[in-house]
């Protein structure tokens, strides 16, 4: 696969994230839900000042530290995709990492511009682009839009249940983003069907 190839790639799958980021950011309010099937997929906008999935790392060196990561990650990525190409690596391999690169890029951008570029989402008010005054936060310092929610099923844990029991639960929780997704489906790609590469 070639270099010129892998850009467009990665330029289309992050044209994609940030598409639908930029629209979510601009035409909802924090905690606004759309349904697109009903009882199992929602567009549902929240920001999420950590990492992947909604989980999230305490204080501002903490995020500081998570953005750096990511931008250490992406460079490691693209020195070993480069490494990939030039060893003729089969090329769903190359597309797996790829997709993990993309997401991490997906992610980076907001961290490091959405702070500088737009005003704060509240649960009344959209954002607005380059805002009068500056954005909400410095660079580095923005928070990562997620809208992707499949509450797929609720139910309650059996009462015999450690430590929940009784408790209701809901299945799938976790609120992300289509760059998430790139992750996810990287990494579950190359564990399921290139497992014979890494040998």
Same mark, same amino acid.
């Given at each position: ?8 790639? @990665?330029?289309?799958?992050l ?17 606004? &839900? @759309?349904?697109?099937?009903p009882?199992? !997929? ?9 990492a ?7 204080g +501002? ?7 750096l990561?990511r /931008? ?5 990525? &693209? ?7 030039k ?5 769903g391999? /190359? ?7 993309a ?7 907001? &961290?490091? !511009?959405?702070?500088?570029?737009f005003s +704060?989402?509240?649960?009344?008010t959209a954002a ?8 909400y936060?410095? !660079? ?9 929610? !499949?509450?797929?099923? &609720? ?18 929780s976790?609120?992300?983003? /289509?760059?998430?997704?790139? /992750?996810?489906i ?6 399921l ?7």
């Open positions: 696969m070639s270099g010129k190839k892998i850009t467009l790639i @990665i330029t289309g799958l044209l994609l994230d940030q598409v639908v980021k930029f629209l979510v950011k601009m035409n909802m309010t924090l905690d606004q &839900s @759309i349904t697109v099937f009882n199992w !997929f929602f567009i549902k906008f929240i920001e999420n000042p950590g992947a999935f909604g989980t999230q790392i305490g +501002e060196y903490g995020k500081l530290t998570l953005s990561f /931008i250490i990650a992406v460079i490691g990525l &693209s020195w070993f995709i480069n490494k990939l190409v060893k003729n690596a089969p090329a391999v /190359i597309v797996g990492f790829i997709l993990i690169l997401g991490a890029i997906g992610n980076i951008i907001d &961290s490091a !511009f959405y702070g500088v570029i +704060e989402s509240t649960f009344t607005a682009l380059f805002p009068q005054g500056g954005g936060a410095g !660079f580095l310092h923005g928070k990562v839009v997620d809208m992707l929610y !499949f509450p797929l099923f &609720s139910g309650t844990y059996p009462s015999w249940f450690p430590g929940v029991g009784g408790n209701s639960f809901t299945f799938f976790p609120i992300f983003n /289509i760059a998430d997704s790139y /992750i996810t990287g990494v579950f790609y190359l564990i069907f290139q497992r014979k590469f890494f040998k």
